[in-house]
């Protein structure tokens, strides 16, 4: 079966995904860097994506920022200018739509922009923080932070204490609260749509199998194959602004 599902023409591929998902219950979404490629957000492995422009896997660990934090947020912070003019895409407000739609769904996303949360998702569980949030390296405080164009190194306002954005670098634990959320959804869901990541960073990637392994459909979205194809049982080659308005409009 799965291999035959394989072999769909887009169409066909997307109306399989239709059926999968108009008859299972419990949905889970994970979804990576390219769902934002169509607001125009850098992916981080694209021909012009973060990892290439920035040395990004550089800048995105602890000791890059202990060594030099003011560069580390001038990285953050051409980014947050960059997330300025950025809006969310067909893609997140048809997801934002399926979660209006499923009695029992949850959204779990690598991206680090919140165009899951302007585009109206209530359950995104953000595994690699937020952007527009800032974590005192004192006090520990968190607090939402849409500073942009910034004077020098942020500091916490009750203690004095060097702000880092909240975000998860690499070498850096997941919040350990957000994981248990995560692994409860992916260990009752039905249906796991995987949108947009190319299925290289951990632990986000092993989720697709911790889904398949209790049973789950999985069903891919991306416009490539990735190191996750194999186990998806719908692969829907399209770009997700085009596709997931497609599979999610017309379900009711
Ligand atoms: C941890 C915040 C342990 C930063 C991010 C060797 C083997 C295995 C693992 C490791 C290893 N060495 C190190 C590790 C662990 C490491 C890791 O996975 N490294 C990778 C690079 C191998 N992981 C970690 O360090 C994690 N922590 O393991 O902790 C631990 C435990 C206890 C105590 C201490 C430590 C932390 C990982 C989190 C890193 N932070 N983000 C920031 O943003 O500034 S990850 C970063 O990559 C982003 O969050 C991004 O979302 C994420 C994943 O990338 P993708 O989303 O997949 O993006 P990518 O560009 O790769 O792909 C885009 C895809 O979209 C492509 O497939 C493309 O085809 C597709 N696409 C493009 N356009 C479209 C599209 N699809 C549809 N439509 C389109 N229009
Ligand atoms: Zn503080």
Redesign the pocket.
Known sequence: MTSDLKSLNRTEAILSAKEIISTHRAIVVL?????S??SGV?????KD???KNYK??E??TPAAFESDPQLVWE??DI?RRKLLNVKPNP?HYAIAELEKKSDDFTLI????DGLHLIAGSKTALE???N?WRVRCTYCGIKEENTQTHFEGLPRCTSCGGLLR?D????????PEEVLTEVYNSLNRCDVLII???????????SFAYTAKNNGSKVIE????E?YLSDISDVKVL??????LPKIVGGMD
Not at 221 to 224: A, G, M, R
Not at 238 to 243: L, P
């Open positions: 979804t990576g860097a390219g769902i490629a169509e850098p992916t981080f492995r694209g994506g973060y990892w990004a896997e800048l995105a990285w953050y980014r893609a996303t690598q991206n680090v595994i690699h923080g952007i954005p975000i998860v670098w690499f070498g850096e634990a997941l949108v947009g990541t190319s299925g290289i960073v951990q632990p986000a990637a979205v991306n416009i490539e990735t399209g770009k997700a602004g085009e596709v």
